[in-house]
């Protein structure tokens, strides 16, 4: 234990060297994958704030089309290159990672909340002897000590709770995948690939990667719909549940579900949304008898338009709505579907005629 | 082989409590449960040593003294020992300094080859502490675990992720953490409860531990919490009451025509 605090003492007096903000992107078969963009965006903000450089870390064996992350607003990218990490495993990513941040010393390192982001951040923060802060749905610059702002859901996502790291570096989050937009493509940035090779062993490890398995389960993922219709508590039961996989069905929509129907059994742990479920942001939105806990709301309310129907005039998810119906789900659900079917009906005369 | 499990005490219910000048959680000690993610790694635990000759598990949680509970509760269900790591010294302990307590932990149960955990608690759901214990032991820490299959000398393991399965093996010793579709959570035995009544736990504060109390608590934690707040929400809602008649329905639908919704 005692180098563990020699190592901590080392990071304190290193806080006058840290420099840069770097974001984890991900990749998949070497092609990027959108939520890299999303990290470059939240990171570009805060590297202007900080007045410094941003930089997106990439792990793999190969990449494609690297330059996309300095058209999404990045300065540079700083590649791992080797075989050993084409697919996932966690140690060499946590070593590979760990190595690259002893050397580079960033301020601030920002990661996905995917299943890698929040898998290797721990690994790398405690090997580091670092904060981590999970999930976070706010990061901001704070003016006067210039530290990190990590803001995330707390306690059943009751209540939220600001985070900093104060003494120790870099200070590390995850953010939600969808949780923020990439910027828009700007082609006239260019910036500069720096390639790290590290020793081979570097990337040593007992884990042995075997196979990847395609989920073919799931008709329409959540996470890529346009339009969610999403279904709690107040649906009363399975048969009233599926009044909002009825309605989902008529949109061409996914259906999702807060944490008490799929503890209920009406629908599946995929269909989840919140917290321990997924995070979205569609186009619409469309909550039917759920009152919006914390948890739910920070798997949603990036959503582009959002739409709920509750009997309860004080539900918190009417805060978030664009358009609220106080009133009984299972009066008004019954009439948006007939008045969706006559505008679809409309709608088909319309184009036949033109 | 030899099984050590982690448990968790979690507030029973969504509507936890808390102090309003401080933000701090209120653990009254009533009402809690074992954190569901965690009987789920217990009862793979179970399923394990009941499918071998060879296997002892052992439950280790830290928490208040009124931890013991989900201690007896884990023998009940099968499980062999139990430690409870606990002091006022570990109080305010966040993800790496409970991390490093808890991987002291690991080491005073003796030998280890597997380690399963729930992936996250429903109180901090950070998801963290697991992985960081298999930094602190050096050993390979898998997440995200949804079957196990145990070998002679290894796990093959099944990591739910994005869009698909991924299939690992790993040699013992390895730290898995367990989602919920890996099994249907076990009940307590007749013989467990039984047992629950007359073994004795292992209490271990951080001297105890052998750690230093400048690694655990509020001082070994890098993490403060600095504010607590109720989130503020808003956008600017159009509110219509439902009043018997299609007209809430027709308004929703123009406005949905005009954002070009549907």
Known sequence: MSAEIKASAKQERDLAQSNGVFVLGEQKDGQLLPVTFELIARGRLLADDLGCKLSCVLLGAQIQDIEQVFQRGADHALFIQDEALQNFLPRPYQKAIAKLLEEEKPEVVIAAATTTGRTVMPLVAAKLNTGLTADCTSLTIDADTRLLLQTRPAIGGNIMATIKTPHHRPQMATVRPRSCKPLPLDCSRTGEVIVKKYENDTFLTTEKFLEFITDTTQTVSIEDAEIIVSGGKGMKNGEGFKMVEQLAELLGAGVGATRDAVELGWTTYPHQIGLSGKTVAPKLYIALGLSGKIAHLAGMQTSEVIIAVNKDPEAQIFKVADFAIVGDVFEIVPMMIEAIKQHKAKARQETCAG | ?262
């Open chain 2, 1 to 262: 082989m030899h099984i050590v499990v982690f448990v968790k005490q979690v507030p029973g219910t969504d509507n936890v409590k808390m102090d309003p000048e401080t933000g701090v959680m209120i653990r009254t000690g009533k009402d809690v449960i074992i954190n569901p993610l965690d009987e789920n790694a217990l009862t793979e635990a179970i399923k394990i040593k009941n499918s071998r000759s060879d296997v002892s598990v052992t439950a280790i949680s830290m928490g208040p003294p009124s931890a013991e509970r989900a201690l007896k509760e884990a023998i009940a269900m099968g499980a062999d020992a139990g430690i409870l790591v606990s002091g006022r010294e570990f109080g305010g302990s966040d993800t790496i300094a409970t991390g490093k307590a808890l991987a002291a932990a690991v080491r005073k149960a003796g030998e280890v080859d597997l380690i399963i955990c729930g992936e996250r608690a429903t109180d901090g759901e950070t998801g963290q502490t697991a992985v960081m214990v298999a930094n602190y032991l050096d050993i390979p820490g898998e997440t995200y675990v949804s079957a196990i299959d145990v070998k002679d000398s290894s796990v093959v393991i099944k990591r739910t992720v994005e869009r698909g399965f991924e299939m690992v093996e790993v040699p013992f010793p390895v730290l898995v953490s367990v989602n919920k579709d890996i099994n249907e959570i076990g009940m307590p035995t007749l013989k467990g409860k039984l047992r629950a009544k007359t073994v004795a736990l292992n209490i271990y504060d951080a001297d105890g531990l052998g750690i230093d109390r400048a690694e655990v608590g509020l001082n070994g934690s890098p993490t403060r919490v600095v504010k607590v707040f109720s989130p503020k929400l808003s956008r600017d809602t159009i509110m219509k009451k439902a009043d018997g008649t299609a007209k809430p329905v027709e308004e929703l639908l123009s406005f949905l025509i005009f954002k070009e919704c549907i």
